[in-house]
């Protein structure tokens, strides 16, 4: 999975702690995979990516599978996505996307983040076999949308060395208010 953002006028900044503490906060411990990430903006396209680092030492509900799975996609994917945001409202910069999100801020990201900001579309593929003790991911949000009285954010995200080892669509609604 390419991503056009990545170009040579890219700026890549290290997602900070706050961000990471807030976005992560809500999951028990043993579920934070997300290890450490870096926000990628270009000059060229209206794209914001979230590159990131996962550990998954052991699964939390099941035995071994020996490989990454659907359940621990979506948890991460979910991490990448809480993150990305979280550092988006966090550290305010200008952006195409700030014209279609309008005032949200920390506080209302924190009131919002577990009881109504849900996926309500998801594909995803699974191509390779991917060790899940140490991966790179990545989330690319591609647009904003307004529509009945919802933020709809269109992404894409991959996980794996060259982000095709599993990856996928994914439409996420945040009610306005």
Same mark, same amino acid.
């Given at each position: 999975?390419?991503?056009? /953002?990545?170009?040579?006028?890219?700026?890549?900044?290290?997602?900070?702690? /706050?961000?990471?503490?807030?976005?992560?906060?809500?999951?028990?411990? @043993? &579920?934070?995979?997300?290890?450490?990430?870096?926000?990628?903006? /270009?000059?060229?396209?209206?794209?914001?990516?979230?590159?990131?680092?996962?550990?998954?030492?052991?699964?939390?509900?099941? @035995?071994?599978?020996?490989?990454?799975?659907?359940? @621990?996609?979506?948890? &991460?994917?979910?991490?990448?996505?809480?993150?990305?945001?979280?550092?988006?409202?966090?550290?305010?910069?200008?952006?195409?996307?700030?014209?279609?999100?309008?005032? #949200?801020?920390?506080? @209302?990201?924190?009131?919002?983040?577990?009881?109504?900001?849900?996926?309500?579309?998801? /594909?995803?593929? #699974?191509?390779?076999?991917?060790?899940?003790?140490?991966?790179?991911?990545?989330?690319?949000?591609?647009?904003?949308?307004?529509?009945?009285?919802?933020?709809? &954010?269109?992404?894409?995200?991959?996980?794996?060395?060259? =982000?095709?080892?599993? =990856?996928?669509?994914?439409?996420?609604?945040?009610?306005?208010?």
């Amino acid at each position: 999975m390419s991503t056009a /953002s990545e170009t040579r006028t890219s700026v890549r900044t290290r997602v900070s702690e /706050s961000s990471m503490h807030l976005a992560l906060n809500p999951y028990t411990p @043993e &579920c934070r995979y997300l290890k450490s990430a870096q926000k990628v903006i /270009s000059s060229e396209v209206p794209d914001i990516v979230l590159n990131a680092e996962f550990s998954i030492p052991r699964s939390f509900y099941i @035995e071994s599978t020996g490989h990454f799975n659907a359940v @621990e996609a979506n948890i &991460c994917l979910n991490q990448m996505s809480y993150l990305l945001f979280a550092e988006f409202v966090a550290q305010r910069f200008t952006h195409p996307f700030w014209e279609k999100l309008g005032t #949200f801020d920390l506080e @209302e990201f924190k009131e919002k983040q577990l009881a109504k900001m849900f996926i309500i579309s998801l /594909s995803s593929r #699974f191509r390779k076999s991917l060790d899940a003790r140490a991966f790179p991911g990545r989330i690319r949000w591609k647009g904003l949308s307004m529509k009945m009285g919802l933020t709809l &954010c269109q992404a894409d995200f991959g996980f794996g060395h060259g =982000y095709d080892s599993a =990856y996928g669509d994914v439409v996420f609604a945040i009610p306005s208010h």
